[in-house]
């Protein structure tokens, strides 16, 4: 059964870095999957922000491309984010979650989530 | 601004049929991408209830199916359970100028009277 694990700081300020990393246990990050980063503004749904794939490719959502970094560590079987310039506007839930290896590439498996707030 | 539209809310009584409608365009759903619905309970992390347009991940019940027509899709829950009432999400691919994105509908409130 895979399972994924977020961490990083619960608080960052603003002009800060947000800094999270997503563990993997129970399958190879190596594997023929993408691990995505999603997020969820207090009340609000969710907003996908980037995916990377096990070669280090990766994709953003256009509206964070400049702030945002997504990296694998196949050593460590882990994936992390990496948001610059952050603002009260980045204050959310933030998950990752794997791609299903299948067509249509759902959503498949997620952590539990990690809450990120941006306040001095 | 979500890519996709989904009512902000439904609702129905118990044992009623009640469906989530999802709408996108020729870039997402139209451009023949599978659609994907989740289900989320407040505290927790999405869970996907419904693949590839109808297919349930295993342990979904059968009272949960999707269909998807054009550039609209629909998750539909009969004989609803009071245990239903959660979020709903649609969730798509986008073709953009970066290549493929993930796309998520904006949710749906499920409320059980």
């Known amino acids: 059964q895979v399972q994924l694990q977020e961490s990083g700081p619960g608080l960052v300020k603003p002009s800060g870095t947000l800094s999270l990393t997503c563990a993997v246990s129970?399958?190879?990050?190596?594997?023929?999957?993408?691990w995505s980063w999603v997020r969820q503004p207090p009340g609000k749904g969710l907003e996908w922000i980037g995916e990377?794939?096990?070669?280090?490719?990766?994709t953003y959502i256009p509206s964070l491309k400049g702030r945002v970094t997504i990296s694998v560590d196949k050593s460590r079987n882990q994936f992390s984010l990496r948001l610059t310039s952050v603002t009260a506007a980045d204050t959310a839930v933030y998950y990752c979650?794997?791609?299903?290896?299948?067509?249509?590439?759902?959503?498949?498996?997620w952590g539990q989530g990690t809450l990120v707030t941006v306040s001095s | 601004q979500s890519v996709l539209t989904q009512p902000p809310s439904v609702s129905g009584a118990p044992g009623q049929r009640v469906t989530i409608s999802c709408s996108g365009d020729?870039?997402?759903?139209?451009?023949?991408?599978?659609v994907h619905w989740y289900q989320q309970f407040p505290g927790t992390a999405p869970k996907l209830l419904i693949s590839?347009?109808?297919n349930r991940p295993s342990g979904v019940l059968d009272r949960f199916s999707g269909s998807k027509s054009g550039t609209s899709a629909s998750l539909a829950i009969t004989a609803l359970q009071a245990e239903d009432e959660a979020d709903y999400y649609c969730q798509s691919y986008d073709s953009s100028l970066s290549g493929r994105e993930a796309v998520f509908g904006g949710g749906t409130k499920l409320t059980v009277l």
């Open positions: 590839i347009n109808n």
């Open positions: 979650a794997r791609q299903a290896a299948v067509a249509g590439n759902p959503f498949d498996y």
């Open positions: 990377v794939y096990h070669t280090g490719s990766t």
């Open positions: 020729s870039f997402n759903i139209g451009a023949g991408y599978d």
């Open positions: 129970g399958g190879s990050i190596s594997s023929s999957h993408w």
